[in-house]
């Protein structure tokens, strides 16, 4: 239901139903003019030190509105951007808001900005970037992204590319959703990670014994490796607990803080 998921994601479209030509349509128009109508806005959500409990970072959220307000998930919205190419401009939009925002007061230390393997193989990306944390006089260590480990290996040198040419700017380069796809383990043998995300899928999975020991090893491995790990998706104390326990470095979920605009993340802070 939408209350079920949270209230910055209530659902104009259930994600697992395909949209249908209208639908998409409607979208992909609205995504064209979403910029200057200000129907694009972002949300941060915290991510913690487990150890310490320290706020490291924040994620960056795209949401979007329909004219008459009702929000469209991004898991809907994304997907027509890529495909329409919208998501050029609204990834450029969310790095310069993002690091306009981690200016303020109260912000997290760094902030993670989603980037779409569309934006990395566009031509001038790096520099575009790098044009942006000129622009706004932020450091490009307070940035990282966080790119899927879906992508496409077919533009690998290209990305490879691109990702090197960004970290050399101090951006740390995160793996998100690590875990959902066949692709991970071949970004890792690379590209150093600094850090890797992997996908709340797993925490259910740690009910069973079984699913238990298959997320240590992974942990394991990912240590050995050389990453710092980030568990998202942290929805219980039991679950915080857990990532105590199998000494996850970072952790993110609804149980520590949901998606909330700036000025609700900075008086939250603040408090
Ligand atoms: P993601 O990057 O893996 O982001 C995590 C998603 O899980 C977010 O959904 C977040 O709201 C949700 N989440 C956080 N904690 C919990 C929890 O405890 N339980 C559950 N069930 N969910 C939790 P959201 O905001 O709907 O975004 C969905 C996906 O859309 C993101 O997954 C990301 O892939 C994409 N996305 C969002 N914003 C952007 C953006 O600015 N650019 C790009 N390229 N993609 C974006
Ligand atoms: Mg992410
Ligand atoms: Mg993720
Ligand atoms: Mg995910």
Sequence with gaps: SAKANGRNCVRLFDPTDPLTGDDNEHIAALLRVAITNNLVSLVYQPIL?????????????MRLKLLDGTPVSPVAFIPIAER?????????????QACTDILVPFAAP????????????SKGFAAKVSAILAETGVDGHRLAFEI??????DHQSVILRCIKDL???????WLDDFGTGFAGLSWLRLFNFDT?????????????????????????????????????????EEQLKLMQQLKIDYVQGYHLGRPTPLAAF???LAA
């Design 196 to 236: 890797v995300k992997i996908d709340r899928s797993f925490l259910q999975d740690c009910e069973t014994d079984r699913g238990r020991s298959l997320l240590r090893d992974i942990i394991s491995l990912l240590r050995h490796r050389g990453h710092k790990i980030l568990m998202e998706g942290i929805e219980t």
């Design 84 to 96: 329409t190419g919208s998501i050029l401009d609204l990834g450029l939009w969310s790095i310069r």
């Design 110 to 121: 760094m902030v993670s900005v989603n980037v779409s393997p569309i934006q990395l193989k």
């Design 167 to 173: 970290e050399a700017q101090g951006i740390k380069i």
């Design 49 to 61: 030190n487990v150890k310490t409990g320290q706020l490291e970072a924040a994620e960056a959220l």
């Design 148 to 153: 899927t480990e879906g992508i496409n290996m």
């Design 266 to 268: 900075r008086s939250r």
